[in-house]
């Protein structure tokens, strides 16, 4: 999607960094701290809007 041009390339990769953390949280559920997850979550749940809102300007 960056390289066609649909997302920002500072946007994709903070999409790329969530979805690492969420590979991370999967596998090392157990040993995860729950504020660290709660950190990465309100963190990051913004960029979801900004994805929303990104693909919106495409139509």
């Known amino acids: 999607m960056k390289t066609a041009g649909f997302l920002s390339p500072q946007l994709t990769d903070n999409l790329q960094e969530i979805a690492e953390f969420k590979t991370?949280?999967?596998?090392?559920?157990?040993?995860?701290?729950?504020?660290?997850?709660?950190?990465?979550?309100?963190?990051k749940l913004v960029e979801f809007t900004r994805?929303?809102?990104?693909?919106?300007?495409q139509n």
């Not at 994805?51 to 300007?57: A, G, L, N, P, R």
């Open 24 to 43: 991370t949280a999967v596998r090392d559920y157990q040993t995860m701290n729950l504020e660290t997850i709660k950190h990465a979550m309100d963190k």
């Open 51 to 57: 994805f929303i809102d990104e693909m919106k300007k």
